[in-house]
């Protein structure tokens, strides 16, 4: 299995910006990509953004293209997702989670293993 574990949410003014973290552990070998999700309240869970785990190569919901950048770090079993610019819409319960095929796919079913996820609330 492999564990997950958010941080870095918190409360920001439009415009802000906030960086989240997702540590991995476990059977990391298995990880083919990763990526964020997030649910507002009385929402469904969305895609923001994934990224392959050795190529690297990176995918947006249009949502947040331009606006926020996902890195990782193989070597210390991280990944990032960079916020700028951020709006009062971005308000949600942000979700670290991970897959072990390369395809990348935006709907949450498609993943196998989830974080607890991080609160990140934007004020107008």
């Known amino acids: 299995q492999v564990q997950l574990v958010e941080s870095g949410g918190g409360l920001v003014q439009a415009g802000d910006s906030l960086r989240l973290s997702c540590a991995a552990s476990?059977?990391?070998?298995?990880?083919?990509?990763m990526a964020w999700f997030r649910q507002a309240p009385g929402k469904e869970r969305e895609f923001v953004a994934a990224i392959t785990w050795s190529a690297g190569r990176t995918y947006y919901a249009d949502s947040v293209k331009g606006r926020f950048g996902i890195s990782r770090d193989n070597a210390k079993n991280m990944m990032y997702l960079q916020m700028n610019g951020m709006k009062p819409e971005d308000t949600a319960f942000y979700y670290c989670?991970?897959?072990?095929?390369?395809?990348?796919?935006?709907?949450?079913?498609?993943?196998?293993?989830w974080g607890q996820g991080t609160q990140v609330t934007v004020s107008s």
């Open positions: 476990g059977r990391t070998y298995s990880i083919a990509t």
């Open positions: 989670t991970s897959k072990n095929t390369v395809v990348v796919r935006t709907t949450p079913h498609d993943y196998d293993y």
